[in-house]
T-cell receptor, first 115, second 113 residues
Framework: NAGVMQNPRHLVRRRGQEARLRCSPM?????VYWYRQLPEEGLKFMVY????????ESGMPKERFSAEFPKEGPSILRIQQVVRGDSAAYFC?????????????FGPGTRLTVL | SQKIEQNSEALNIQEGKTATLTCNYT??????LQWYRQDPGRGPVFLLL?????KEKRKERLKVTFDTTLKQSLFHITASQPADSATYLC????????????FGKGTMLLVSP
């Protein structure tokens, strides 16, 4: 059973470009979470999605960032007009249900570098 | 303000000893507390979960305690091994109805042979 997959693993963008980060959850998981880890900082929650629905986006910046989890295909985190401060590791996690006792299974992360 | 504090300095111990890591939180009322391990360049891996009404949980060489009065969790690794060297993260799960995680910054553990 393949784990959570993220691609690309490394992404380099110039300021003003768009970044698209993809996450395929574990088989059978319909709950996806995105976290950001800035250098020397802890993991920060960004957004929680179920298939076709955004449940909680309280941790996501209001501008330039968006997320989706379509009925078919991976979850996408999209950052428009990237700035240097967006450079970070972005982790996706999935769980089988939304129950609070569920552990989350994390992907290897996408390391975004903005030049 | 809300805070989750873990020792920012690395913990250095000798192989065979017990490592104890601390997680303190302020102005949170978590329903659960989880501990994860993170190796360099990798995503976190789940280790243990403890509920607010549980005092202690064990799994093999790992033990977690949870004191909601002190607002503190302790994470112990007994008979530590060099392979236990990693960063350990505590994460709070709130009473929100779902399981989004609020993480501390983590403590790096270094176990020397």
């Amino acid at each position: 059973n393949a784990g959570v997959m993220q691609n690309p693993r490394h992404l380099v963008r110039r300021r003003g470009q768009e970044a698209r980060l993809r996450c395929s959850p574990m088989k059978g998981h319909s709950h996806v979470y995105w976290y950001r880890q800035l250098p020397e900082e802890g993991l920060k929650f960004m957004v929680y999605l179920q298939k076709e629905n955004i449940i909680d986006e309280s941790g996501m910046p209001k501008e330039r960032f968006s997320a989706e989890f379509p009925k078919e295909g991976p979850s996408i985190l999209r950052i428009q007009q990237v700035v240097r401060g967006d450079s970070a590791a972005y982790f996706c996690a999935s769980s089988p249900t939304s129950m609070q006792k569920d552990e989350q299974f994390f992907g290897p992360g996408t390391r975004l570098t903005v030049l | 303000s809300q805070k989750i504090e873990q020792n920012s300095e690395a913990l250095n111990i000798q192989e065979g000893k017990t490592a104890t890591l601390t997680c303190n939180y302020t102005n949170y009322s978590p329903a659960y507390l989880q501990w994860y391990r993170q190796d360099p360049g990798r995503g976190p891996v789940f280790l243990l979960l403890i509920r607010e009404n549980e005092k202690e949980k064990r799994k093999e060489r790992l033990k977690v305690t949870f004191d909601t009065t002190l607002k503190q969790s302790l994470f112990h690794i007994t008979a530590s091994q060099p392979a236990d060297s990693a960063t350990y993260l505590c994460a709070l799960v709130m009473n929100s109805g779902y399981s989004t995680l609020t993480f501390g910054k983590g403590t790096m553990l270094l176990v020397s042979p």
